[in-house]
């Protein structure tokens, strides 16, 4: 099956620092996806990408396709408290009549130190 | 404004027993999906639904069965609950319009088979 290897596994940042984080597949995908996930919460979309090489940006989150649509990154700026959880990339791959489902990576934790 | 709904939120099954867990949406998706989160993990996709009638595999189908008569409806079925089980269950609903992919998580259903 299609994976998807999300880096770093985790991150310890000072409040206020910029962080950036990537996925990348031996695949190809049609659309990249951006989650974050709370403690005891699904997760919450953040940023959907439909277009090889598309930036796009929401608030202090910006996300870009790959050109070759087997990678993608997440930044945020100038990190928050809230900002802390577990950031997942999610890879879609469409054949025949729809989606084949989401391929999700295995996360990102981030952890800010006040 | 519920959105996807699961139930419930917390199980405790015995090895051998058997349950369903509930999941309905409100938002008249066609696409609804099941995923497993296990720690390290990631999501993986256990079995997913593109419309009324039609249920297909993902990643991990085996011990679990699915169907769909209805579009809010998409309940999972755990024939003989094994420990190998025991994770956090999320359900997700979406629209299947062209690149329209985005995917909406419900607050997952955490199950222990002891």
């Known amino acids: 099956g299609q994976q998807l290897n999300q880096s770093p596994q985790s991150m310890f940042i000072q409040e206020g620092e910029d962080v950036s984080m990537n996925c990348t597949s031996s695949?190809?995908?049609?659309?990249w996806l951006w989650y974050k996930q709370d403690p005891g919460e699904g997760p919450v979309l953040l940023i959907a990408?439909?277009?090889?090489?598309e930036l796009t940006s929401n608030g202090r989150l910006t996300a870009q396709f790959g050109i070759t649509r087997k990678d993608s990154f997440l930044n945020i700026s100038a990190s928050i408290p809230s900002d802390v959880g577990i950031y997942f990339c999610a890879g879609l791959t469409w054949s025949g009549g729809g989606a084949d489902g989401l391929t999700f990576g295995k996360g990102t934790h981030l952890i800010i130190q006040p | 404004n519920a959105g996807v709904t699961q139930t419930p939120k917390f199980q405790v099954l015995k090895t051998g027993q058997s349950m369903t867990l509930q999941c309905a949406q409100d938002?008249?998706?066609?696409?609804m999906s099941w995923y497993r989160q296990d720690p390290g993990m990631g999501l993986r996709l256990i079995h997913y639904?593109?419309?009324?009638?039609?249920?297909d595999q993902g990643e991990v189908p085996n011990g679990y069965n699915v169907s769909r008569s209805t579009t809010e409806d998409f309940p999972l079925r755990l024939l003989s609950a094994a420990p190998s089980q025991t994770s956090v269950y999320f359900c997700?609903?979406?629209?299947?319009?062209?690149?329209?992919?985005?995917?909406?998580f419900g607050q997952g259903t955490r199950l222990t088979v002891v």
């Open positions: 639904s593109v419309g009324a009638g039609i249920t």
């Open positions: 938002m008249n998706h066609e696409y």
């Open positions: 695949s190809i995908f049609n659309t």
């Open positions: 990408l439909y277009k090889a090489g």
């Open positions: 997700a609903s979406s629209y299947l319009t062209g690149g329209a992919t985005e995917a909406f």
